[in-house]
């Protein structure tokens, strides 16, 4: 557990997680000195984790923060220049583990060719589920078991980005990474996304949600503010805006980065 | 190794074939538009007329003329040549060439005299290959002509081979080549681009997120794409040694479908030769795919892997004609086994046993091999 600040005024003792419950469970989603470098550029600059399971994360940062890269060393699609990350206890990269994860990614990857049914089937199989009715109950879930053969071409953007959730959670994942699973997405529809994702979590999944827009982060349970590669600061909503001093994410976000850059500066 | 993940891209690739309905075309009508057209202009290029004129210039004009006109009489003698009297000197006969109302000029030239025999043959030297066929001719008119002077009879001469028929032609030959030099251009492409399009498509992210192995996307991949390769090659065969007649009809002429080119030897073989190559494409299409960003880059690739193997794998020239350097290059392309197995097996009538299409089938099988490699091996290359 890391507060990538330790010049800020609330100091160690307001670790987040060292406030609430210590988790029983082992974590779900644990990193340890994780470091990503392209070139000089250190995408995810040292990143410590340890995220119990059962709950809603929110990866908050501005474009270019880190957050894809770091949720592509978490499943194991990037290798780490250093460090180790952790799904459920295993080292990743692992493919047996990826049948317990779900990832959404930022692009909707699924086969435009293909029809809403053909993509699910696809993933499916992949992922080992053979259930029909799961299939189709997912797709329910996503109000698209009317349109089984429309082909994904011929989906309206959010349609698509529909598809794409299903896809990822077909398997009934354990942990389900989203990488702004949002994005492009009507207000209307964003509100039922959320509440999927609190019914995932209620029924034991771990989430771990990016997002870039902050009214989306105060229906988290925890939040992630991620700047240049570090974790800016970790806690629960309500928390974040207490350390903050303001009632605004938003404020909050650019005080704590205001106060790492300060650190930095004072560090030199 | 997951059989059902395998399956799984398998099925995915067909569907997503089924539904492109210009690819299909593609796959199937242009190859058989090509090799029609090929076959049209191989066999019907008819033996058309030399339109010739024989000029004396000789300052010994009366040695000269003698022997023009013992030219004429020589050339008059031959069914494709037509000659042309009206033109007498060399100006003209320039001119004529130029004005495309004569093929070629016999010129007797100024020096000419009975211890200088040489006569001149002008042409116009822009097509050097129809312009040397012409030249055959005269050469004929000459021995003929010496022939019949000495009361000597030529002997004809009788063409064998050991395979195939002397009747072969070009076509017989180049059959085999163009079959699967189709299969070979066609399956890179489309693995190129389909594979292209999950990398910058997002899907190849969103698969490698999955439990899928990079072994079981390239094998799944190779029987997708085998699949269509089989197709094609079944149609593309059948097209090239068939022959189906279809009798005039009206304004319309009797005409033929397909080639009905030989097949000495099984076909099912020279078909598995085709699909060992096909399975090589799909792999050199999944590597490639690496080092392009767009589709238009995966065109580039044409010139330089499949252009030179349409020239030195054997489709233009025996390989043991190209230069020394090149010889080994030629060694190396897949194509040159595929259209070496293809030849024993359609026109020699090779089978199985034979030594030569069993190295040809396991180099093929070999290269494939190395590629299937090589495409696994890159397909997890960091997007980033």
């Given at each position: 557990?890391?507060?990538?600040n330790?010049?800020?005024?609330?100091?160690?003792?307001?670790?987040?997680?060292?406030?609430?419950?210590?988790?029983?469970?082992?974590p779900?989603?644990?990193?340890k000195?994780?470091r990503?470098?392209?070139?000089p550029?250190?995408?995810v600059?040292?990143?410590?984790?340890?995220?119990?399971?059962?709950?809603?994360?929110?990866?908050l940062?501005?474009?270019?923060?880190?957050k894809t890269?770091?949720?592509r060393?978490l499943?194991?699609?990037?290798?780490?220049?250093?460090?180790e990350?952790r799904?459920?206890?295993?080292a990743?990269?692992?493919?047996?583990?990826l049948?317990?994860i779900?990832?959404?990614?930022?692009?909707?990857g699924?086969?435009?060719e293909l029809?809403?049914?053909?993509?699910?089937?696809f993933?499916?199989?992949?992922?080992?589920?053979?259930?029909r009715?799961?299939?189709?109950?997912?797709?329910?879930?996503?109000?698209?078991?009317?349109?089984l053969?429309?082909?994904?071409?011929?989906?309206?953007?959010g349609?698509?980005?529909?598809l794409?959730?299903a896809?990822?959670?077909?398997?009934?994942?354990a942990?389900?990474?989203l990488?702004?699973?949002?994005?492009?997405?009507?207000?209307?529809?964003?509100?039922?996304?959320?509440e999927?994702?609190?019914?995932l979590?209620?029924d034991?999944?771990?989430?771990?949600v990016?997002?870039?827009?902050?009214?989306?982060?105060?229906?988290c349970?925890?939040?992630?503010?991620i700047?240049?590669?570090?974790?800016?600061?970790?806690?629960s909503?309500a928390?974040?805006?207490?350390?903050g001093?303001?009632?605004n994410?938003?404020?909050?976000?650019?005080?704590f980065?205001?106060?790492?850059?300060?650190?930095?500066?004072?560090?030199? | 190794?997951n059989?059902?993940?395998?399956?799984?891209?398998?099925?995915?690739?067909?569907?997503?074939?089924?539904?492109?309905?210009?690819?299909l075309?593609?796959?199937?009508?242009?190859p058989?538009?090509i090799?029609?057209?090929?076959?049209?202009?191989?066999?019907?290029?008819?033996?058309t007329n030399?339109?010739?004129?024989?000029?004396?210039e000789s300052s010994?004009?009366?040695v000269?003329q003698a022997?023009?006109?013992r030219?004429?009489?020589?050339?008059?003698?031959?069914?494709?040549?037509?000659?042309?009297?009206s033109?007498?000197?060399?100006?003209s006969?320039?001119k004529?060439?130029e004005?495309?109302?004569?093929?070629?000029v016999?010129?007797?030239?100024a020096?000419?005299d009975a211890?200088?025999?040489?006569?001149e043959?002008?042409t116009?030297?822009?097509?050097?290959?129809?312009e040397?066929?012409?030249?055959?001719?005269?050469?004929k008119?000459?021995?003929?002509?010496?022939?019949?002077?000495?009361g000597?009879?030529m002997?004809?001469?009788?063409?064998?081979?050991?395979y195939?028929s002397?009747?072969?032609?070009?076509?017989?030959?180049?059959?085999?080549?163009?079959?699967g030099?189709?299969?070979?251009?066609?399956?890179?492409?489309?693995?190129?681009?389909?594979f292209l399009r999950?990398?910058?498509?997002?899907?190849?992210?969103?698969?490698?997120?999955?439990?899928?192995?990079?072994?079981?996307i390239v094998?799944?991949?190779s029987?997708g794409?085998?699949?269509?390769?089989t197709?094609?090659?079944a149609?593309?065969?059948?097209?090239?040694?068939?022959?189906?007649?279809?009798?005039?009809?009206?304004?319309?002429?009797e005409?033929?479908?397909?080639?009905g080119?030989?097949m000495?030897?099984?076909?099912?073989?020279a078909?598995?030769l085709?699909?060992?190559?096909?399975?090589g494409?799909?792999?050199?299409?999944?590597f490639?795919?690496?080092f392009a960003?767009?589709?238009?880059?995966?065109l580039q690739?044409?010139p330089?892997?499949?252009?030179?193997?349409?020239?030195?794998?054997?489709?233009f020239?025996p390989?043991?004609q190209l230069?020394?350097?090149l010889?080994?290059?030629?060694r190396i392309l897949?194509?040159?086994?595929?259209?070496?197995?293809?030849?024993?097996?359609?026109i020699?009538?090779?089978?199985?046993?034979?030594?030569?299409v069993?190295?040809?089938l396991?180099?093929?099988?070999a290269?494939?091999a190395?590629?299937?490699?090589?495409?696994?091996?890159?397909?997890r290359?960091?997007?980033?």
């Amino acid at each position: 557990m890391t507060l990538a600040n330790p010049s800020s005024s609330s100091g160690p003792a307001a670790t987040p997680t060292a406030s609430t419950a210590p988790p029983v469970a082992p974590p779900a989603v644990e990193a340890k000195a994780l470091r990503k470098d392209f070139g000089p550029i250190h995408a995810v600059d040292g990143i410590d984790l340890a995220l119990p399971p059962g709950r809603i994360y929110g990866l908050l940062g501005p474009n270019g923060s880190g957050k894809t890269t770091l949720i592509r060393l978490l499943t194991g699609l990037a290798s780490a220049t250093s460090g180790e990350a952790r799904v459920l206890g295993v080292a990743m990269p692992s493919r047996e583990n990826l049948a317990r994860i779900g990832y959404m990614t930022q692009a909707d990857g699924i086969y435009p060719e293909l029809s809403v049914w053909e993509n699910l089937r696809f993933f499916a199989a992949l992922y080992g589920q053979t259930d029909r009715a799961e299939m189709i109950g997912i797709l329910k879930l996503v109000e698209l078991d009317e349109r089984l053969n429309t082909p994904a071409l011929n989906l309206s953007g959010g349609m698509r980005r529909r598809l794409s959730m299903a896809c990822a959670l077909v398997h009934k994942p354990a942990v389900i990474f989203l990488d702004e699973p949002t994005v492009g997405v009507d207000p209307a529809l964003r509100v039922q996304f959320w509440e999927h994702f609190h019914r995932l979590s209620a029924d034991g999944a771990t989430l771990l949600v990016s997002s870039h827009v902050m009214d989306e982060a105060d229906r988290c349970d925890e939040l992630l503010f991620i700047r240049d590669g570090h974790v800016l600061a970790q806690g629960s909503p309500a928390e974040l805006r207490e350390r903050g001093g303001t009632d605004n994410l938003e404020a909050a976000f650019l005080k704590f980065s205001a106060q790492t850059a300060e650190g930095q500066e004072s560090a030199r | 190794m997951n059989a059902r993940r395998v399956s799984a891209v398998f099925v995915r690739i067909v569907a997503q074939f089924r539904r492109d309905k210009r690819t299909l075309a593609l796959l199937f009508v242009a190859p058989l538009a090509i090799i029609a057209l090929l076959g049209w202009v191989l066999t019907s290029s008819s033996a058309t007329n030399v339109r010739l004129a024989v000029v004396n210039e000789s300052s010994q004009q009366s040695v000269g003329q003698a022997v023009a006109t013992r030219i004429e009489a020589a050339l008059s003698g031959q069914p494709t040549v037509i000659l042309d009297r009206s033109i007498t000197d060399d100006a003209s006969a320039r001119k004529a060439l130029e004005d495309k109302t004569v093929d070629m000029v016999v010129i007797v030239p100024a020096n000419f005299d009975a211890n200088n025999r040489r006569i001149e043959i002008l042409t116009l030297g822009l097509n050097p290959t129809a312009e040397f066929s012409s030249l055959s001719v005269v050469q004929k008119a000459l021995v003929d002509e010496l022939a019949a002077q000495a009361g000597a009879v030529m002997p004809t001469i009788d063409r064998a081979t050991v395979y195939g028929s002397p009747n072969a032609t070009e076509l017989d030959t180049l059959a085999p080549v163009v079959v699967g030099f189709f299969v070979y251009f066609f399956v890179f492409i489309l693995t190129g681009i389909s594979f292209l399009r999950e990398r910058i498509g997002g899907t190849l992210e969103r698969l490698l997120a999955t439990p899928v192995s990079r072994a079981e996307i390239v094998l799944g991949y190779s029987l997708g794409f085998g699949f269509f390769a089989t197709l094609q090659i079944a149609v593309v065969l059948a097209f090239v040694i068939g022959r189906v007649s279809v009798p005039a009809l009206g304004p319309i002429p009797e005409f033929g479908i397909g080639l009905g080119v030989q097949m000495t030897g099984n076909p099912l073989i020279a078909y598995l030769l085709v699909l060992v190559l096909g399975l090589g494409a799909v792999s050199l299409g999944i590597f490639l795919s690496t080092f392009a960003r767009t589709e238009f880059q995966i065109l580039q690739f044409i010139p330089i892997v499949i252009v030179p193997q349409g020239l030195l794998g054997g489709f233009f020239w025996p390989i043991d004609q190209l230069p020394d350097l090149l010889q080994p290059v030629a060694r190396i392309l897949p194509v040159t086994y595929a259209i070496d197995g293809l030849r024993q097996v359609m026109i020699a009538g090779a089978d199985l046993s034979s030594s030569q299409v069993l190295l040809d089938l396991g180099v093929l099988a070999a290269i494939a091999a190395v590629f299937g490699v090589l495409a696994a091996a890159t397909i997890r290359r960091e997007v980033a």
